[in-house]
């Protein structure tokens, strides 16, 4: 079991930046990929980027390509997303999720949630 605690949302300006970081507590001696998803209100939940527990291997969704880049502090157990060039689009929830046996994606999501954290990106 592990716990995924979420932080850095917050409302910024179109073309502004955030950092979001999700900090892993618990049975973290296992090694769990992670990866990020959105969901907006009145849409679906949506992968965003994901990435491997040795942090090599990363994924992104075409929307976000090119403007985020997901990262990994494994001595902190914690797991980051710098967006930039944020549109209104990229306005959502953002959850963090975890999974010891596979690398989370778009329709292969992973066990474990955070509670996720608010962006609001203002045109």
């Known amino acids: 079991q592990v716990q995924l605690v979420e932080s850095g949302g917050g409302l910024v300006q179109a073309g502004g930046s955030l950092r979001l970081s999700c900090a892993a507590s618990g049975r973290t001696s296992s090694r769990y990929a992670m990866g990020w998803f959105r969901q907006a209100p009145g849409k679906e939940r949506e992968f965003v980027a994901s990435i491997s527990w040795t942090g090599v291997s990363t994924y992104y969704a075409d929307s976000v390509k090119g403007r985020s880049t997901i990262s990994r502090d494994n001595a902190k157990n914690t797991v980051y997303l710098q967006m930039n060039s944020l549109k209104p689009e990229d306005t959502a929830v953002y959850y963090c999720?975890?999974?010891?046996?596979?690398?989370?994606?778009?329709?292969?999501?992973?066990?474990?949630w955070g509670q996720g954290t608010q962006v609001t990106v203002s045109s």
């Open positions: 999720n975890a999974d010891a046996n596979k690398i989370p994606k778009d329709h292969n999501r992973g066990l474990y």
